[in-house]
């Protein structure tokens, strides 16, 4: 498996073996996708061109392919795929107990409930994953390849054809094996002003980091973040949100927004809020206010609040425990935590017109 060969394949000239390698990359993509046994055929041919190991070859394959892939909308398909593919390899010699550290490595990094510590039998220091191996097979190998992902993503890929070109190809290929149901999130009329809003029509996951903040708590990180971001568009943009329909995401900066006297002042308004938190420090955050919502420091880029499945799954950044969902929460619609404000802004802007139509109904009526 990829894994064995990792350290040597570090030293590998990137571009050249794309050059080298590329059929045999998009043989082992539809290989992965269809099931398609010309990549078997493929693989032995150039093993036997280059002199190459065949394992080895096919490893080299896997590494390029997450590089490439991580840099696309479908690198998360792509573990799905591989790892049922590759699970069945491994679990031919995986024992029915491991040990706890080792099952740790996996479990820990799992977002699969059956791989709960608790759930199994442990006994002098290793588990018994007999009836789990096949979902614990499975986690291994996503978990190992997520984290190869995510450490390619970090690098910024050099502007060369032969990867704009393998790029272009691999995307046109999968757009159309990968269907993604896009839900449209809930929208407010842009007319409308989103100033003295009552709490209420906040998430809770907003109204529990608010909270904290005025307690004198200290929220982690990425909840002040998460706030920030999510308080600044509650207030100038609703609709605003991380990616478009085709899944690109939205690069913007507070000033696209709102004047700079208006984010100004937010800032200004922010900083009173913090200043309950334990550790504040306003010029410090004074700046992470400014970098998060891209105003004149930093990268000039609006830092988007997650999704609500981040919330859920934050791997460790504190969002998980202000996540609480309720009933509004569990709506269809309800994907994103702008997406509970907005639901209640129309539902508030429907009751009014309501009301209105029936003063006016009521009206008419007596002046008969």
Known sequence: MLLEYLDEFKDIDFFESLKRYRNLILSKLKYIYEKNKEYEEDLKNYS???GLDKKKLDALIDYLLIILLSHTNYFNSFIKEYSEIKKNDLI???????SVW???KTASKSRNNDLHLERLNLERGYVNIRDVKDIYTREFIRVELKQLGELSKK???PNEDIIKDLLKEINDYLKDKVKYEYIEGIKVNNNILCENIP????????RGILHDILSGGSPSHYARRSFVVYWFCAKFNPNLRPLDKDGNLINVSATDITSEENIEKFIDEVIELFKNVEDFDENKTRYYIMHNIGYKVGHGRFTHCEYCKNWKSDDGKGLSYYCKPDDICKKRNIIHPLDYLCYN????LKLKKSKSLIKKEDKNGNNK
């Not at 031919?92 to 491991?98: S, V």
């Not at 802004?345 to 508030?348: S, T």
């Open 199 to 206: 709490l209420e029509w906040h998430p809770p996951c907003i």
């Open 92 to 98: 031919k010699n995986l024992p029915d107990k491991i």
């Open 155 to 157: 690098v910024k890929l």
């Open 102 to 104: 080792e099952f740790i």
């Open 48 to 50: 036997l061109c280059y």
């Open 345 to 348: 802004i129309n539902r508030h």
